[in-house]
């Protein structure tokens, strides 16, 4: 009994040191969870499988006792089981001594008892258990693993208990798959750095046209005319790329929100080229819309379908007006046995090379930056387009074939009738 009381006081003790750790802000929360969870685990495992449990009293309390431990630490492996980062356990030969669900996706079903350097593709997270292990402190490290996709993982390596005996230790090694956020902050420095200089350009424009027009131009009209005429082009230019930045950042925020509206897309259609009829007319462009009757509507945001088809309709006027039409259709659609109503925008222009498909609806990405500038493109527009389809859980398809034109459809799905 006096064993099985010591046992219990150790855990307690554990667990007031961890939760200790953890509000002074030394050990991550979740860390503290997992090194007390491994200890507690261990600790009761120790005791049961040692014999300790003949230390209670055989009778129905004992029983009782001894059936509460065990169902303890099943509860606790339950748990570490079903945390959702891969957790692994190392003995002090680096043999793998427990992994959890998530770290069985990474290493394998069968790593019990295997080395860690078979089972692991990562030299810096062998070295870092190998120097745990070895030294007895804790480590964090960052590493890659480059097939078959890239990923990149934060690890925490650490020595349960204190010290030990070199075949008595035990390494918990907790990963953390980062790719994702990685990826987003490379995002956010190129977004940064390709708004700067979308917005830098005009602005330094606009300055050496004021300081001519404050100089030798200020007397002259014609140069003035001109000039002005020049910068109202910029600061339009700027007014657009603003305006285009502070809508992806309205769609990007509300992306995870379903709409919940139903949507007359046809109706959205002939609204979008009404507007555009003018400067359809401007480029000698026809526009023709094709729909069948009885059209189910959609389920969506208006405002944001009419950004879609207006940013997809608009593209095609800008680069494929070379085509003199744009066709504009809706029709039902099904994709993977689910109903869907397709807006499909064509143009008979030029066309685009296969390789740049992929990544048009990377913000800033153009095809020719210098003539999309000299059209009055954004780079944004496309990107729009991915972000309000993504959020309608729609689908977003591009075809081109050089010579033949372009056609951007989208897949929407129908409101409940």
């Not at 200890?39 to 003949?54: K, N, P, Q, W, Y």
């Not at 069968?110 to 692991?120: E, F, K, M, Q, Y």
């Not at 007359?264 to 003018?278: E, F, I, K, Q």
């Not at 309709?313 to 994709?335: F, T």
């Amino acid at each position: 009994m006096s064993r099985w009381t010591g046992t219990r006081t150790f855990v307690a003790s554990a667990a007031a040191l961890f939760l200790a750790l953890a509000l002074l802000g030394a050990l991550n929360p979740i860390v503290a969870l997992v090194s007390f969870a491994l200890l507690a685990c261990i600790s009761a495992s120790r005791f049961m499988v040692t014999g300790e449990t003949e230390q209670i009293r055989i009778g129905s309390r004992g029983d009782d006792k001894a059936t509460g431990a065990l169902g303890s630490v099943r509860t606790m492996f339950a748990l570490l089981h079903r945390l959702p980062e891969p957790l692994m356990v190392v003995d002090g030969a680096g043999r793998v001594v427990f992994a959890n669900e998530a770290a069985e996706g990474l290493i394998g079903k069968n790593s019990s008892g295997r080395h860690v350097a078979t089972v692991l593709r990562s030299a810096p997270l062998i070295a870092a258990i190998e120097t745990v292990t070895r030294d007895g402190t804790s480590c964090s490290i960052e590493y890659s693993v480059p097939v078959p996709v890239q990923r990149n993982y934060s690890a925490y390596v650490a020595q349960i208990g204190g010290e030990a005996e070199a075949d008595r230790k035990l390494i918990f090694v907790l990963l953390r798959d980062v790719t994702e956020a990685r990826r987003v902050e490379a995002m956010r420095a190129d977004f940064v750095a390709f708004a700067s200089h979308e917005l830098k350009t005009p602005l330094a424009s606009l300055s050496g046209f004021i300081d001519t027009l404050r100089g030798h131009a200020k007397d002259d009209p014609e140069a003035r005319e001109k000039f002005l005429s020049i910068m109202a082009d910029q600061a339009q230019r700027m007014r657009r790329l603003i305006e285009d930045l502070l809508s992806l950042s309205r769609i990007e925020m509300r992306e995870h929100v379903r709409p919940s509206n139903s949507v007359d897309l046809l109706g959205v259609v002939n609204d979008v080229t009404d507007g555009l009829s003018p400067l359809a007319e401007q480029n000698g462009v026809e526009i023709g819309v094709m729909a069948p009757a009885g059209l189910p509507k959609v389920l969506g945001d208006r405002e944001e379908l009419a950004q879609v088809v207006q940013n997809l309709a608009d593209n095609a006027l800008r680069y494929g007006r070379s085509g003199k039409r744009i066709d504009i259709s809706l029709e039902r659609a099904e994709k993977g046995g689910r109903p869907y109503i397709r807006l499909s925008v064509r143009d008979y222009g030029p066309g685009i090379a296969k390789e740049h498909l992929p990544r048009l609806t990377e913000r800033f990405y153009r095809v020719d930056a210098a003539a999309s500038r000299a059209r009055g493109g954004t780079g944004l527009g496309l990107a729009i387009v991915k972000h309000i389809v993504n959020r309608h859980q729609g689908i977003l398809q591009i075809e081109s074939e050089i010579g033949e034109g372009s056609t951007f459809s989208v897949l929407l799905p129908l409101a409940a009738q």
